[in-house]
């Protein structure tokens, strides 16, 4: 039984890894890259072993260690996902979140830094967060260790039963979702015989993994029906489809995160400067603040500023006249 354990940097991975393993654990490097590989014999169950992939935010291959993580959930056959959240932000964390999830394989989310969400004011709702997700979620410490036995309990429990997630499309209905759904069904086949999900293999293909359409083997007619309903998802969508893709999934963790995840208590001051933040960046507004700001500035400096010290300079300069 192998568990790939997979999140973002700096949300606490490599601890949780040794939580896991304790001293039970082998380093080494993938195949053709210069990247760590890391695993080890998950305590307490020896038919347990857990790889430990390098920190990434998505699984676009552009960097090797995002190639190596890819293909290693490819290639390395991983009876399941263990994927560290971090809680304290867990809307950048839940992006790669979305990403694991049309793998298809049985996965359980680790929430960890839940002692410091707690610790601010701050809270998640976890029963609706995996009603949402469809997939275990788990609150945990890894640097107090608390919540890492129910973790492994209900990793190993979700590869057994063979639980693989509930919910692989975030999308709703319209250009994107039109276009995800084309394509899954017009590569189902070779998706199939190439050995990969084919809703993940969709979304590879049309971020134009190069390395994904290459396994597929699509003749030239597939690949221009395949070209086809992307430039008319880009047209109906007005984003071009990288842009598309990230807006279907970032939309579908705000709706989540805005039902299930209560922030920590945060001061007047920082609330107050969130509040104009979103005034100054909003899409419709910020241009024509900008205008008034630069209008009020220039206003101050050439007419009421400049007035005060063209009009105090004259008198000084008369009064030096006059003595």
Not at 159 to 184: E, L, Q
Not at 234 to 247: F, I, Q, S
Not at 263 to 281: F, M, N, P, Q, Y
Request: proline share 4%.
């Amino acid at each position: 039984m192998i568990f790939a354990l997979i999140g973002n940097q700096n949300c606490g991975k490599t601890t949780l890894f040794n939580a896991l393993t304790g001293a039970n654990r082998h380093v080494g490097n993938f195949p053709g890259v210069t990247v760590d590989e890391k695993s080890g014999t998950v305590r307490g169950h020896a038919e347990a072993t857990v790889v430990d992939l390098p920190g990434i935010y998505s699984l676009r291959p552009y960097t090797n260690e995002e190639i190596v993580t890819r293909d290693f959930l490819l290639n390395g056959h991983p009876d399941g996902i263990i994927n560290i959240v971090d809680a304290t932000n867990i809307e950048r964390n839940l992006y790669l979140t979305l990403q694991l999830l049309e793998i298809g394989l049985p996965t359980v989310l680790a929430l960890n830094m839940m002692d410091e969400v707690r610790e601010n004011g701050g809270t998640v709702e976890i029963d609706k967060l995996s009603e949402e997700l469809g997939i275990p979620v788990v609150p945990i410490s890894a640097a107090k260790n608390e919540g890492v036995d129910e973790l492994i309990d209900r990793a190993i429990s979700a590869v057994k039963n063979g639980t693989k997630p509930k919910r692989i499309d975030f999308c709703p209905a319209g250009p994107i979702h039109r276009c995800i759904h084309a394509v899954a069904h017009l590569i189902e086949d070779h998706a199939v015989r190439a050995g990969m999900p084919a809703r993940f293999a969709a979304t590879k293909v049309i971020e134009e993994d190069r390395d994904i359409v290459a396994r597929l083997s699509l003749d030239e007619n597939e690949r221009e029906m395949i070209w086809h309903s992307v430039l008319e998802m880009e047209r109906e969508a007005g984003l071009d489809r990288h842009e598309a893709l990230a807006a279907m999934r970032y939309d579908f963790i705000e709706r989540v995160c805005a039902g299930t995840v209560v922030k920590c208590h945060e001061s007047r001051e920082r609330r107050r400067s969130l509040a104009i933040d979103r005034v100054l960046t909003h899409k419709v507004f910020a241009i024509p603040v900008f205008l008034f700001i630069m209008l009020t500035v220039f206003t101050l400096t050439f007419a009421v500023i400049g007035d005060f010290f063209s009009n105090l300079l004259e008198a000084g300069i008369g009064a030096l006249g006059e003595g």
